[in-house]
């Protein structure tokens, strides 16, 4: 369900066309929520609701159209383009839109990925109505509505990220193809039999590679090596 006011529903602040008034697209799947942040935004000066959306679709098309100042964009929509999916979008569309996230979501990974979209604020769906009616007014003027400890948040994911990569690279560098081919079909559940008669072979060699690789992932056996490679992204756990 897609709700656009036209000039004569947007209120007694559309009327007057002040200029300064900011023009706020609400993205959210629950019609509860959606019904709050325009109330919210109803009773503040300065902001007025052009249109509430519960589908990245309509809501990518609203942008396109309609032109927001700003988009209350939750995480988790109706259909197929997703919350983080339409930042994208509009980021790289070039869309003069500013974007405040309002999510359920209060994990650092999420957060991470917001920032990294380009988002400008972020703020839980528990927050007051005031709170998200003053985050739309900062986030319009081109502040940054994130609080210390998200920044936080999103700095430890990135390091945690780097730190991976680093560990996947030198991974990769002190594993021969020959071991990541005998790695990747023992992830697959493949016996040594099996992998030496894919590999052509013996299962000698097989179990040599097998003890070289668990030797420089620092496992004890077949399935911390398996369970190491696929955090590092080096393999994909499956049946053969």
Do not use: W
């Not at 839980?124 to 609080?147: H, N, P, Q």
């Not at 945690?160 to 005998?182: M, N, Y």
């Amino acid at each position: 369900m897609a709700t656009v006011l036209s000039p004569s529903q947007g209120g007694s602040k559309a009327a007057e066309g002040a200029t300064a008034t900011v023009r706020v697209l609400v993205v959210e799947d629950h019609p509860l929520l959606r019904t709050v942040i325009t109330v919210a935004c109803d009773q503040t000066d300065g902001l007025e609701v052009v249109a509430d959306m519960e589908d990245g679709e309509s809501a990518l098309e609203a942008c396109r159209r309609l032109t927001p100042d700003v988009i209350v964009l939750d995480l988790q929509l109706a259909g197929e383009l997703q919350g983080l999916d339409l930042a994208r979008r509009i980021r790289d569309e070039a869309l003069p839109i500013r974007i405040l996230v309002l999510t359920a979501r209060t994990d650092d990974e999420a957060l991470f990925e917001c920032v990294t979209a380009g988002v400008d604020g972020y703020l839980e769906k528990t927050s007051g109505v005031r709170v998200i009616a003053d985050a739309l007014g900062r986030v319009a003027a081109g502040e940054r509505v994130f609080t210390s400890a998200q920044m936080r948040g999103a700095i430890a994911v990135l390091g945690r990220r780097a730190k991976q990569a680093r560990e996947v690279s030198d991974a990769r560098a002190i594993l021969s193809e020959r071991e990541l081919e005998v790695l990747q079909r023992a992830a697959l559940g493949l016996t040594v039999g099996q992998i030496a008669r894919r590999l052509s072979i013996s299962p000698r060699t097989v179990e040599t590679h097998l003890t070289n690789v668990y030797r420089k992932l620092g496992a004890r056996n077949r399935v911390q090596a398996i369970a190491r490679a696929s955090e590092l992204g080096l393999v994909e756990i499956g049946p053969a």
